[in-house]
């Protein structure tokens, strides 16, 4: 419930342009090949429509996502957090600490 709760307020925060200026968007593809998947990158399995976020710890389940193929990443350098734009929008999936 926590977890939801957090999720919920940072994806209102985005919504509403109350992220740090010096946040952004990383520049990564979302792949259909986890192999090819680099860095803060997207894998999106087209048989299951699951997607994971790869991040220095390792890969991080963000949810099924039956509507959509591209997905962004947010990186918040000052928090280290991490979010993944889905269709239905924003979710915070983790923090970038190794």
């Given at each position: ?37 680099q860095l803060y990158g997207v894998f999106h399995d ?47 999936v983790g923090t970038a600490k190794a």
């Amino acid at each position: 419930m926590k977890h939801r709760t957090l999720s919920l307020l940072v994806s209102l925060a985005l919504s509403l342009g109350l992220t740090p200026a010096h946040g952004s968007v990383l520049d990564t593809a979302t792949t259909a090949s986890a192999s090819q998947t680099q860095l803060y990158g997207v894998f999106h399995d087209a048989a299951t429509n699951f997607v994971f976020v790869k991040l220095p710890q390792g890969w991080i389940f963000a949810g099924r996502d039956d509507l959509k193929s591209y997905h962004e990443v947010f990186l918040d350098p000052s928090t280290e957090f991490v979010f993944v734009k889905l269709s239905t929008g924003w979710k915070f999936v983790g923090t970038a600490k190794a």
